[in-house]
């Protein structure tokens, strides 16, 4: 009989290789990740911490995971990190829960602005156990407005202030963002998810020098296995540990965080630097090809590795070029806009990144190939015809840049 999952699975495999992925948080993993997500240590539970556990056996167990959390601290020069995380959320959720009770005010950026639903968006987590106050960018230049935050802070006197985001552009001055946070004796939590794998490279500036906590997640910029890690100054190492467990998760899975540490492996290599360089070429390159077609790119451009379009100009809503270009074989995810005037389920934006398709070995030239095809196919969105030339087209361009 056969496995239909495994049938599934190679579906989904041939899916990929027809795609091309612009999806900012996606990112293909390499050969041995795979191996070790797919791996044995599947098997063992390990409750605990090296040398601390609730089960027998773990000898080696423990020290794969000693292992991935010395890498993860020569990766990001951290005094002490976690890698138990299931993913970023349950990260970020360990952090508010260490050090702060039900009710605390935290400052948070916007998910309209930029932010993560765990940033303290109404309907998450975040937003329901805690008072978060949110901060937006800036109407002008939709640049965080760090005069905003400050304010913010000297008004409401929070606790906490939430540092990073899901979808903005530019680079984010912690320094900054910590000065106002020592300023109103408060913590300051950086989330890195996004661009954790820049800041390993030392392509964007590091938050953990300058932090309390610092989360992330390994894959995305990483090209890790789909998981969380946290790094923190040594003093709150304790509690954050035993809030990651037994306060929140049981079970770590240990097939994960052996991929992990290749993970961390990975990125101190001159290899993985040169590969987030043509990340951030490649951004900038789409993004400069876009507005020279006439689309607005929110914040001006990108310094980093994805950005944001405005649509409202190419009578679009963000779900329908969603969906109109996946119906050709190109992803990309609907996002907000700042102070976008349509709901979060049909928006007016649409987010681009280039991570997965940099994996693949697609260079600047590439890049402007796909932009001219999404302008095709937004200009020509009726044309059904058109549209299926399109997709021929792409399927037989995504043939030369393999995935593995």
Not at 204 to 209: D, R
Not at 398 to 402: A, D, I, L, N, Q
């Given at each position: 009989m056969k496995n239909h999952i495994l049938e599934l699975i190679n579906q989904e495999k041939e899916r990929e290789e027809k795609t091309i992925n612009l999806i900012a948080s996606e990112n293909y993993t390499s050969k041995d990740i795979l191996k070790a997500t797919g791996s044995i240590l599947t098997n063992k539970y390990a409750e605990g911490y090296p040398a601390k556990r609730y089960y027998a056996g773990c000898e080696i167990i423990d020290k794969i995971e000693q292992f991935s959390i010395e890498q993860a601290k020569k990766t990001f020069c951290a005094a002490h990190v976690n890698v138990q995380p299931h993913s970023g959320s349950s990260a970020n959720i360990a952090v508010y829960f260490s050090n702060l009770k039900n009710g605390d005010t935290i400052l948070g950026m916007s998910l309209s602005s930029g932010g993560h639903l765990t940033h303290g968006h109404k309907v998450n987590f975040s937003g329901k156990i805690f008072n978060f106050i949110p901060y937006n960018v800036s109407p002008e230049n939709e640049?965080?407005?760090?005069?905003e935050i400050r304010i913010l802070a000297e008004q409401h006197k929070p606790k906490m202030i939430v540092a990073g985001a899901s979808a903005y552009s530019k680079i984010i001055d912690f320094a900054q963002i910590s000065k106002i946070a020592k300023d109103n004796k408060c913590l300051l939590f950086s989330d890195m998810a996004h661009i954790a794998g820049l800041v390993a490279a030392k392509l964007?500036?590091?938050?953990?020098?300058v932090s309390d906590f610092v989360s992330s997640t390994t894959h995305k910029t990483l090209r890790g296995p789909r998981g969380g890690f946290i790094c923190c100054k040594a003093e709150y190492g304790k509690n954050i540990d035993k809030t990651v467990m037994p306060g929140l998760q049981g079970g770590p899975l240990m097939h994960i965080i052996a991929a992990k540490a290749i993970a961390f492996q990975n990125a101190q290599t001159k290899k993985f630097k040169d590969y987030i360089d043509q990340v951030l070429k490649n951004a900038k390159i789409m993004s400069k090809t876009f507005q020279d077609l006439g689309y607005r790119i929110v914040s001006g451009g990108t310094d980093n590795h994805l950005f944001l379009i405005d649509l409202r100009n190419k009578?679009?809503?963000g779900k329908q070029a969603e969906e109109l270009l996946e119906q050709c074989n190109i992803n990309v995810n609907r996002n907000t806009?700042?102070?976008d005037p349509a709901s979060p389920n049909n928006p007016s934006g649409i987010r681009i990144g280039t991570p997965a398709i940099t994996t693949r070995k697609m260079t600047e030239n590439d890049c402007i190939t796909i932009v001219h095809w999404i302008n095709e196919i937004i200009n020509n969105k009726t044309n059904e015809n058109f549209l299926k030339k399109v997709k021929a087209k792409i399927e037989e361009f995504?043939?030369?840049?393999?995935i593995y």
């Open positions: 640049h965080l407005d760090y005069n964007h500036p590091s938050p953990i020098p009578n679009i809503s806009i700042p102070f995504c043939k030369k840049f393999s």
